[in-house]
């Protein structure tokens, strides 16, 4: 059960600064003392902004990474880091991303920089928040890596990528951290043409360093590159096998679907925590706190309050910073709302 009934939480990633958009475009220009202080400014910054929001569960905002998972592959040996995109112009979309080749056997001797950035969040956080880490699974991980004789498939891919992303997420143990969540957008977005009952094997295979050790969630959307979608978005052809997720909290994108397939909450709290997404990422509509407060009651016709925490549909990188901070804020204002109506502040 949720340590908090009706609790607030983030999924990761926050807006940079217009600042840190500019630097990240310059980094040759700035030595290793100034990065190190360009990354500790823009996380103090993504801390700020979310304590000020009042949320329960707080990341780093991802601050010190150029993508949601595009900076992983810098931290990892046997690619060749020089990407193509096959199109370059044009409507913003996926196939804008390049993709890397494939040149040696997968490794990542120096770690995946998640450790690192969670030392940063206990290191720059005040007291009181949870403060949570994110990383991509191995089968996101494995969508921008070309097959190749030695990795014939995405499949063999991921389970090349598998042993590194466990080894960080035993370190972020180690280092302890108490609330993980594994990010894995891309199960939820291949989920109806792929074997559902193979990705749940390898989900649960990469988070058992963190059974009953952390608590630990997965993400479970439909793409937010450029707020674009990937695939249909119907959570159906995921259950009940992802049911079988070895996690405390499974986390729905809902906002952007007007809430289509609410009703799936109900199976997934008889065994799980559930995050809501109730706020959508994708639109520049500010969610009043009624608005929030009514979507947490309708919630609430499905799953009781100790299994539900409510948060944006997806990660804040693609929004920009002035609405994201008030869509957090509504977010929180809105929930309280509710926890104040049964008695729960």
């Excluded at 639109?283 to 706190?289: D, G, K, R, V």
Aim: glycine fraction near 8%; include cysteine; hydrophobic fraction near 40%.
């Amino acid at each position: 059960m949720q340590p908090i009934p009706l609790r607030t939480t983030v999924i990761g990633s926050y807006p940079f600064p217009g600042w840190l958009e500019f630097a990240s475009g310059h980094l040759d220009q700035f030595g290793a003392d100034d990065f190190a202080e360009l990354q500790d400014d823009a996380t103090s910054i993504a801390i700020h902004d979310q304590i000020r929001a009042g949320l329960d569960v707080i990341t780093d905002g991802e601050q010190s990474r150029l993508d949601f998972n595009l900076s992983f592959y810098g931290h990892i040996d046997g690619l060749d880091r020089e990407p193509a995109p096959p199109r370059r112009f044009g409507p913003p979309a996926h196939d804008q991303r390049g993709k890397h080749t494939i040149v040696g056997e997968l490794s990542a001797p120096r770690g995946l920089g998640v450790v690192e950035e969670f030392a940063r969040l206990q290191r720059l956080a005040p007291a009181g928040p949870v403060r949570k880490a994110s990383i991509p699974g191995p089968y996101t991980l494995s969508g921008r890596l070309l097959p190749n004789s030695r990795y014939p498939d995405r499949w063999a891919v991921a389970e090349g990528l598998l042993p590194l992303v466990r080894e960080e997420i035993r370190r972020l143990v180690e280092a302890g951290c108490a609330e993980i969540t594994i990010d894995e957008p891309s199960m939820s977005c291949y989920a109806h043409k792929e074997d559902t009952s193979r990705m749940v094997d390898l989900f649960n295979r990469t988070a058992e360093p963190a059974w009953g050790r952390s608590r630990l969630s997965t993400h479970l959307c439909f793409g937010n590159y450029k707020a674009r979608a990937v695939g249909p978005r119907r959570y159906a052809p995921m259950f009940p096998d992802f049911l079988r997720f070895t996690v405390d909290e499974l986390h729905l994108e809902m906002a952007s679907r007007e809430f289509a397939e609410l009703e799936c909450i109900a199976e997934i709290a008889k065994s799980h925590d559930v995050s809501v997404g109730i706020v959508d990422v994708k639109s520049y509509y500010i969610e009043t706190p009624q608005d929030v407060a009514e979507r947490v009651r309708r919630c609430l016709e499905f799953a009781p309050a100790e299994r539900l925490s409510f948060a944006p549909d997806c990660g804040l990188s693609q929004t920009a910073r002035w609405a994201a901070r008030r869509k957090l804020a509504n977010m929180v204002e809105g929930v309280h709302l509710v926890r104040k109506e049964l008695g729960l502040s």
